[in-house]
């Protein structure tokens, strides 16, 4: 079992509290994301788990085993870092048998897992080559395999593709979640990039200011984010918010003042909600429709600022009544141009409600059948 459990982890750097009471469970084979902006504690979480940082209180448990109090040599981890920390006067093959040979194995069992690993990562001709001669792929690629080949319980992987191009950094995105699978393993991934823990993580846990906002699948921080901070740190291009106020709370939901005045009835709970009340809109760029067709039951109407032809897609960068702008994720075929009044419509299932403290406002399990909209 390579199961990894954080209980109550509490971290203080020169008086400020860094890591806030974290308690995680990561499942076994699990190939579980921490995402957060800088500065979030992300990387000393990781360090904390690898015994690089000694936390001040709370315990790390391994499988069965507290390994709160052990060296890092003694965690069954492997650690994949920022920087590739390659020797650069030894050959790919040494430097992946360096740390096989510090703790004294048979070198035929160094061979063997050695070229297991290059087998794995497709380096098997580049093993006699210098670091100097590597690109930067082929330099991490190295730097994994020199994990690999210790065959640790836990892979620990702090920000490893941030220092590549975005080309090979789509590319070796897709290595990870493929040598995942093929070694079966648990794996930890640190990143500031919500795309790549979209694309790769089982479960992800978004951290801000030392602690955990909230716990997930990719889809289920998408569609369901418990706080402003995550509706907005998941999905690009972010989650468009916009200041309305409630207008009237019962039974049939929450009736809010659209820019420009025009009242819509949304599906959420009126618990704690009262009539003059200031929320927060939220709706995804990719969730406005350039039009108003027959399945929307709302629109905001503006003005283009700014069309961003991205290819595949237009974005739109709209201004509303009142000085609010949005964005509009359109269609890469999109006519529309700077200065054109447009009306952005949406279904209601896509539109979040927040609070003043940021807290989600609860969604009604049946929807209205009609919204009063002008």
Known sequence: MSAVQLQQIRKTFAGTEVLKSIGISVTD??????????GCGKSTL???IAGLERSDSGQVLIGDEDVTELEPSQRGVAMVFQSYALYPHMSVYENIAFGLRMIKLPEAQIKERVQRAAQILQIEQLLERKPRALSGGQRQRVAIGRSIVREPKVFLFDEPLSNLDAALRV?????????HKQLNATMIYVTHDQTEAMTMADRIVVL?????EQIGSPLELYRTPRNRFVAGFIGSPKMNFLPVKVQRADAEGLTIGLPGGA?????????????????TLGIRPEHLSETVVNDVQGKLSGTVMVVEHLGGETLLHVSLEGGAVIQVKGSGESTTTDGQAVDAGFALRHVHLFRDNGEAVERLLTVPQTAATA
Do not use: C, H, W, Y
């Not at 084979?29 to 800088?38: N, T």
């Not at 590319?171 to 040598?179: A, F």
């Not at 801000?208 to 955990?212: D, L, P, R, S």
């Open 263 to 279: 009242p819509i009835t949304l599906p959420f709970s009126a618990a704690g909600v009262t009539a003059g009340d200031a929320l």
């Open 29 to 38: 084979r699990e190939f579980m994301v921490f995402v957060g902006p800088s």
């Open 208 to 212: 801000n200011n030392g602690k955990v």
């Open 171 to 179: 590319q070796m995105r897709l290595e990870l979640i493929k040598l």
């Open 46 to 48: 990781l360090r904390t």
